[in-house]
């Protein structure tokens, strides 16, 4: 479940807590989680019943994971997606330093985020930005959120470019207001205008655009700006699927302030490559083909076309055609599994374990972005 990279190691770790009271489930997760290197992030999930006890809950984690780590923080996202044992999880990003690295724990734009640098080398690591999940409409939220975060990469002299991982949630993703604005289709135009005038020499970032029951829109984002050489990043496409960024008008859904509807901008996955090692992280995948979704298959056969398409994103031929040098296919390391039905949880589970059965997954009960598709799945591999 780990990665370890010279200046560039990262892990993903998961934990669960039964159903208890909030304040309970938060303690035991807290309790249960032991750092073996430095937590950057936490993301939590769990089931607020509105946007109010949602908002209430979230700036409860803050709180209390802030008196748990005092000024060494990581930062914190509540994402308001019931998980499978009816309790709460936790996933919890480390990253392991080296003897060059120093670490900045800052807040700017209202947002906290950490720094982790070198000499040239320099990651940050932000989550939890939300709008106002209460008064405002996605796109208003969309447009908020952005800017408050090239508020922060201004300040820190560094490019939109160099975001090489991004976490997109969007309350209730396939609805549409009043307007006719599909809620994903707002973020994606959000989104689009954030990126514009960008130059994406190594692709655009690994992303996910997953639903919430509540919470408005929130961002999680990574980004690493290598400018000695020693690091090289590569968007990797799946020939399998359209880049999700040339997606025709036809898979686009509701209306839209622009001209025309923008598309989701992210890469398949995004490569980090060192030497002779690396990681990569894996974007949101669902079963679909070409740009079309595998409608009327049932969640079986959603989830192997899922894994599949994920297997041969990671695969070393295909890695091979980004540039870099690996002697096979990516080691899986972990899943986060995103099931649109409840009923259909256990079967999607089965699928997974019976290819993976050693493989830490959390399972989570959500919309996904196109309201025919059962399941989406995100993750990380090693590379060698």
Known sequence: MTTVQQHIEITHRFYQAKKALFEEMVAHLLIEYTALYMPVRMVFFGAPMDNREYVAQFAYLKKTVRGHFGDACPVVSYVAQPVDTDGMALEVHEVVLTGEDTVSYRKYAGISYIAVERIGCRRLFLGGVTGDVLHWN?????????????????????????????????????????????????????????????????????????????????IDMDLLLCEDGTVFMAGVNNPLQVAAHAYSQQVLLGRTALQVRTTPKFERAKAVWKDDHGFVYISGTAAIRGEKSLEGVGIEEQTLATLENIEYLVSGNNLRQTGIPVT????????????KYRADM???????????????????????????????????GLLR
């Not at 655009?209 to 509540?214: E, H, L, Q, S």
């Not at 096979?328 to 099931?339: C, E, H, K, M, S």
């Not at 079967?347 to 399972?363: C, D, G, N, T």
């Open 328 to 339: 096979g296919d990516a080691g899986l390391i972990n899943f986060r599994v995103y099931v």
């Open 138 to 218: 996605i796109r208003e939220q969309a447009d908020d959120v952005f800017a408050r975060i090239r508020q922060v990469i201004d300040a820190e002299r560094i490019p939109v470019s160099a975001i090489i991982r991004q976490w997109n949630y969007i309350e209730k993703i396939t609805d549409c207001d009043n307007a006719g604005h599909q809620h994903y289709q707002d973020f994606n135009d959000a989104r689009s205008q954030f990126y514009a005038g960008v130059e994406w020499s190594t692709g655009y970032p690994a992303a996910t655009g997953i639903g919430t029951r509540w919470g408005g829109i929130m």
């Open 346 to 380: 256990e079967k999607a589970r089965k699928v997974i374990e019976s290819r993976y059965p050693e493989l830490p997954v959390i399972y989570t009960l959500t919309d996904v972005c196109r309201s025919e598709l059962l399941i989406e799945i995100e993750g990380m």
